[in-house]
């Protein structure tokens, strides 16, 4: 998933480089003892999306690497961040520790699966999973 993109001007000097990303002033990461100023509010993945998310107010990372996604996740819970995480599909079904153990932790970040807009919708959650577990996968039906 690796893609070229450029900062923000909008982007804060903490950002990583390669990544586009937007901080809502009082939404930024707390210190040691978590975030106390709100809630977070996270977009990783396709990039046609992210522009989107962008302009409401999300921390933009488009197409991120596997390495950046397990870094931020260990950083919300090293912090103590409470975050709202929209991440497209194909991260959900990747195995990265940190987004597996925010999961299943549950507690101050709550994740949420989107599709991307290029391919056929299969929302990797919990729930999906235990549906598609009990009625069989929707996937032949029309």
């Known amino acids: 998933m690796a893609s070229e993109t450029s900062r923000s001007p909008n982007a ?16 930024s990461p707390g210190g040691g003892q978590g975030n106390h100023q709100g809630t ?9 999306l992210a522009d989107g ?10 197409d991120p690497e596997a390495g950046l996604v397990d870094q931020i996740f260990t950083d919300l819970i090293r912090r103590g ?15 990265i520790p940190g987004l597996e153990r925010v999961r299943s932790e549950g507690g101050r970040v709550v994740v949420a699966a989107v599709p991307r807009l290029r391919e056929k919708p299969r929302l990797a959650s919990d729930v999906a999973d235990r549906l598609d577990a009990m009625f069989g996968k929707a996937g032949g039906a029309a």
């Not at 804060?12 to 939404?27: I, K, M, Y």
């Not at 977070?40 to 046609?48: H, V």
Request: proline share 4%; aromatic share 10%.
């Open 81 to 95: 961040d409470k975050a709202f995480a929209i991440v497209d599909e194909a991260l959900m079904r990747a195995k």
């Open 53 to 62: 998310f962008r302009l409401i107010g999300f921390e933009t990372y488009p």
């Open 12 to 27: 804060g000097p903490d950002q990583e480089a390669g990544t586009v990303s937007h901080r809502v002033a009082g939404l």
């Open 40 to 48: 977070r509010m996270l977009f990783l993945g396709d990039e046609s």
